[in-house]
């Protein structure tokens, strides 16, 4: 660990392979990274090792892949739920009201919490159109269950919801008021069980601070205490090391 | 569409084109297959990864972001981010038993081939220019790339200071970029 114990302005040079390999240590990564934020001398050749640590892909000897691998993935590829008014007519009534009165929930108080002009108002409406349907649709397949998510720490502001459909072990996270976060940070979504944390998805922020995640993860969501969101310094990590976003419990 | 840039493909996959998808696929799967099966040593569980990693850039296309570089270095290092978090969750004991199944798995694949797979030139050349390398060097990056190992968990597995370990890399590394200088990357010509 001592040989990170340098004067923060003196470049890590013999880090940089090592960092574009993905083979350093956590103490070791954080220097560096946060060397690059204020190096540009080192971003750059950072980036041109990295570049040919990228190669290395090409290492091993080329396998072919087994033609079954390729039917079972266009097999698992399922059309997106078309949105059409159709569509939802064919539903039953209860669908629909049960959609409606958590859409109403999820969306109508944020609209009434904060005081927005019109204009603003009828900006938000479009931005989010998007994601009513992406929620629309969740809904509209099955029972859904909704949990509440407010942010925290560098995103305050951020709130939304988490709607659960246990039924396929599937989850919907639709934020918005989330700040984007700065060149090579990113929200990573984290599943919760005990002292255990398992990568879920890295939460995608448009420049309106809007933000959703669609999770069908290999295991019960039954068996998870909860979901977490941290704001990392990589999207490559396999444990939360950043600020936390948002926690919210799954039970 | 063979022909098609990655970029294009990928705003496809975007507007749900699955054909786009499969040209991907029929592109990279090689690739991240063998990524995949030279770090796990089991040819299911690479199989798995090549699923996932696919299914994940058809459900979420827009975690694909063309600005930060080009979709093949992307695609790749998500294949090896995947199959090095899958090693470390598994238990020595049932990857001694997974090295056993990929003799079999060889055997039979061969009567169940991928054809339409990416075979390129430049891909060839690099792993020339790999194997080429002084074992040593060649050593410290496969514990590095393929093991997911950190230089310090190199430097003890091997009882070796870590500046011995660190100075490997930095010059495997050299002359890699040295003995391609000039030459195509593999993706070039997919950008």
């Known amino acids: 660990m001592a040989e990170c114990q340098r004067p923060f302005d003196e470049c890590p040079e013999d880090l940089l392979p090592g960092y574009a390999l993905g083979a350093l240590d956590p103490d070791e990564l954080d220097l560096v990274e946060r060397h690059l934020a204020l190096c540009a001398r080192c971003r750059a050749a950072a980036s041109e090792v990295r570049r040919t640590a990228e190669l290395l892909a090409f290492l091993p000897s080329p396998h072919l892949v087994p033609a079954r691998a390729r039917r079972k993935l266009l097999a698992r590829l399922r059309p997106v739920p078309s949105s059409s008014l159709t569509t939802w007519l064919r539903r039953p009534a209860w669908v629909l009201a049960l ?77 918005e008021g989330l700040p984007r976060p700065a060149t090579g940070q990113s929200y990573v979504v984290w599943l919760v069980r005990g002292q255990e944390y398992w990568q879920a998805g890295i939460l995608p922020v448009d420049e309106h601070g809007h933000a959703e995640l669609f999770l069908s993860p290999r295991e019960s969501l039954r068996t998870f205490d909860a979901l977490a969101i941290t704001l990392e310094k990589s999207a490559q990590v396999s444990s939360p090391n950043g600020l936390p976003v948002a926690l919210a419990s799954l039970n | ?98 090295r056993l199944e990929v003799t079999a798995h060889a ?85």
């Open chain 1, 99 to 175: 959609a409606a009165s958590i859409l109403a929930l999820l969306f109508g108080w944020q609209l009434a919490e904060r005081d927005r002009s019109a204009d603003q108002q009828a900006q938000q409406v479009i931005q989010a159109d998007s994601q009513r349907r992406a929620v629309v649709q969740l809904l509209a397949q099955r029972d859904g269950l909704l949990i509440r998510l407010h942010g925290n720490g560098p995103a305050r502001q951020a709130h939304g919801a988490i709607i659960l459909d246990p039924s396929s072990n599937t989850a919907l996270i639709a934020v």
């Open chain 2, 1 to 98: 569409m063979s022909e098609t840039s990655d970029a294009e493909l990928v705003a496809r996959v975007r507007s749900r084109d699955q054909a786009a998808l499969e040209v991907l696929y029929d592109r990279y799967a090689r690739s991240v297959y063998s990524l995949a099966l030279s770090i796990l040593h089991d040819p299911g569980a690479a199989e798995e990864v090549t699923q996932e990693l696919f299914l994940q850039v058809w459900q979420y296309p827009h975690l694909y972001d063309a600005a930060r570089g080009p979709f093949g270095p992307w695609l790749l290092r998500s294949a090896r981010n995947r199959a090095i978090d899958l090693l470390r969750r598994r238990t020595r004991e049932r990857q001694l038993s997974w």
């Open chain 2, 107 to 191: 055997t039979s694949d061969q009567n169940d081939p991928d054809d339409a797979v990416l075979q390129n030139e430049a891909a060839a050349r690099v792993r020339q220019a790999l194997a080429e390398l002084d074992s040593s060097l060649r050593q410290v990056i496969e514990l590095a790339y393929l093991g997911g190992l950190t230089q310090r968990e190199i430097a003890q597995r091997l009882g070796m200071p870590l500046g011995t370990v660190k100075t490997r890399v930095r010059t495997a590394l050299q002359r890699l970029a040295a003995a391609l200088a000039g030459d195509r990357e593999p993706w070039a010509d997919t950008r």
